[in-house]
């Protein structure tokens, strides 16, 4: 079945597909997520046929909807740094994945999006059309849906060239920037004869991460060094765990504030000497040098923005946007770069400049130090303060107090998967990969995909995805619980439930703070009513699900939640809050 030659591996098939699904396994692919359709037999048959073959596949996951397929792909990713495949049913299944696929674009993760495309031929074929569906579902371009949201996409003509296809498309996906890739397969064509695939026992090279200009690096370095009010806002940064450990050793030395401005992960340890919070609006306006980390939104312009005497550092591998339509944040110097290469860079050049110029820098290091612990006070005063209101408060459970009591249970293990309630002042992490939150794209119904795909990646970890009640009915609920118990994937979900759109609420308020509707009893539009007794979609699938009403509740009820868990089994909390 299988002999090596040379550099070479050459195994025996039978089909297109059974080379195609062999050639993911050798290339990293530990899964592949599917939602079935028409399209699939010769998938199907390749892995009912393994036994006897003997090839190695990724191990399929049968997911009830492509949303779901397509968020525990991008949560593994975001674990692991690896692409995986996703296999959807022709233009039906693409269509329902559209709005994942978003949040994996706007969220620079690598993807594999596969998908059928229905057959080409009516009759004459192996795999012709011999369904009704058939000739409806085709598209003159069924790309087209999703083109703008994917590195690449292509169509598999013929099996002859089904390792090269596939293997760019998964070098383009790693590439940076990251994002998705998609792959149609027709169906008499992963269905054709193939009696053998080869490939190189080395995976094709990977393209190397943009590394900054020397001449750059020099500039912010001496930027930084002679600044008496800096800021750095990192967003996504510590996508790469050298980042978060760079960052921190940095930011200590030179007295740097760093705020976490709407970060989709850790990038600075939150008991960092150096840490200034998760809002730039109330800092930038006051700084006289900032420097900004793959951050697409560093501040907000009409809420807050650096002074026209500023200089602003832009770092990314993207630093542009180049995606996003209109982006008009300001930059001195724009440094195209990963945010580890970078901060390594920048790190021996503020060594460099401090050993040269050290009677110029003190007085500017001293001027930080003392910015620094001022902002860290006040800021943990206020953090205070509120805590303490809130508890003196009572009555109904708030984000604040949820927050709170989900920092006091989660074990050291957890890692939080954020689809909008969690606050991260009351909330603190320390190691990479220890929490993850929404894509900027903000498609609703991510969290709960998400964060099973992380429990796969890590199952040593205990994973807890909090969510509001909006986003878990996003996330197609039924079906998600449905795949954690059919493979295994134990998740806590906590739903905050507060009934109603909040953040349509928000956003009305903000907009018309006097007007009509902030004046009704309910903002039109965003109620929830009546709100469904979810933790029953959890408890239907064998889960362990409780509604918690009271503040003195929640305490005891994370705890089950929490052992639930831990004995193997998917949990809910249906949290009633304000």
């Known amino acids: ?24 396994k050798a290339r990293g692919i530990d899964y592949l997520y599917v939602n079935a359709g ?44 690896r692409a995986q495949a996703v296999m959807l049913h022709v233009s039906v299944g693409t269509a329902n994945a559209v709005c994942a696929l978003m949040n994996a674009a706007r969220d620079q993760v690598p993807l594999l999006l596969a998908a059928g495309r229905t057959p080409l031929f009516e009759s004459g074929r192996t795999g012709a059309r011999n369904a009704w569906i ?101 967003a996504a940064s ?37 840490h200034a919070g998760f809002e730039a609006e109330t800092l930038v306006g006051d700084a006289d040098v900032v420097l900004t980390l793959e951050s697409d939104v560093p501040w907000i312009p009409r809420q807050g923005a650096p002074k026209p005497e500023a200089k602003v550092i832009q770092v990314g591998v993207d630093p542009l946007w180049a995606d996003y339509p209109v982006r008009s944040h300001r930059a001195d110097l724009i440094v195209t770069a990963g945010a580890a290469p970078f901060l390594a860079a920048l790190k021996d050049a503020l060594v460099a400049r401090r050993a040269a110029t050290d009677a110029e820098t003190k007085p500017a290091q001293a001027a930080r130090a003392t ?21 003196a408060r009572g009555g109904a459970i708030t984000k604040t107090w ?42 609703l119904g991510w969290g709960l995909p998400a964060a099973m795909g992380i429990r796969q990646a890590r199952p040593e970890a205990t994973v807890i995805a909090t ?17 954690a118990a059919a493979h295994g994937i ?55 699900g409780e509604k918690v009403s009271s503040r003195e509740q929640l305490p005891g009820a994370l705890a089950r939640g929490l052992a639930a868990v831990r004995e193997g089994r998917q949990a809910l909390l249906n949290v009633i809050c304000e």
């Open 1 to 24: 079945m299988k002999a090596e030659h040379a550099e070479l591996t050459t195994v025996a098939t039978t089909t297109v597909a059974e080379a195609w699904l062999a050639l993911l």
């Open 38 to 81: 028409t399209d699939t037999p010769p998938l199907i048959e390749a892995y009912a046929r393994a036994a006897a073959s003997g090839l190695l596949y990724p191990e399929p996951i049968v997911c009830p909807h492509e949303n779901l397929a397509v968020g525990m792909a991008h949560g593994y990713a975001l674990a692991t740094g």
């Open 134 to 234: 058939h000739w409806a579902q085709e598209m003159y371009d069924q790309a087209g849906m999703l083109r703008e949201l994917v590195k690449w996409d292509y169509e598999l003509r013929d099996g002859l060239n089904v390792r090269e296809v596939t293997e760019r498309a998964l070098a383009i996906t790693h590439a940076a920037p990251r994002g998705p890739v998609y792959l149609t397969l027709p169906r008499e064509v992963i269905a054709a004869p193939l009696e053998q695939l080869s490939w190189s026992a080395q995976a094709p090279a990977a393209a190397s991460e943009p590394h900054p200009d020397p001449a750059q690096v020099a500039t912010a370095a001496e930027w930084i060094a002679s600044a008496r009010a800096p800021l750095i806002i990192a």
């Open 238 to 274: 510590g996508r790469d765990p050298r980042a978060v450990t760079l960052l921190a050793e940095i930011a200590e030395t030179w007295a740097l504030p760093v705020v976490e401005n709407k970060a989709r992960m850790i990038c600075l340890p939150a008991d960092s000497p150096a």
């Open 371 to 391: 910015r620094l612990a001022t902002i860290r006070d006040a800021q943990a005063k206020r953090n205070t303060a509120a805590l303490d209101a809130d508890r």
């Open 402 to 443: 949820l927050s709170h009591c989900l920092n006091l249970a989660k074990p050291a293990d957890a890692i939080v998967v954020n689809e909008y309630w969690a606050l991260r002042q009351y909330l603190h992490f320390n190691a990479p990969g220890s929490f993850y939150s929404l894509p900027p794209a903000g498609g």
């Open 467 to 483: 969510i509001g009640d909006g986003a878990y009915i996003f996330a197609n609920p039924a079906a998600c619980h449905q795949a």
């Open 490 to 544: 134990p998740v806590l979900t906590i739903v905050c439930n507060n009934g109603k759109w909040g953040a349509v609420e928000l956003a009305t308020k903000g907009m018309y703070g006097q007007g009509a509707a902030a004046k009704a009893p309910h903002v039109p539009l965003s109620p929830l009513a009546p709100s469904p007794d979810f933790e029953k979609y959890c408890e239907a699938s064998g889960g362990y």
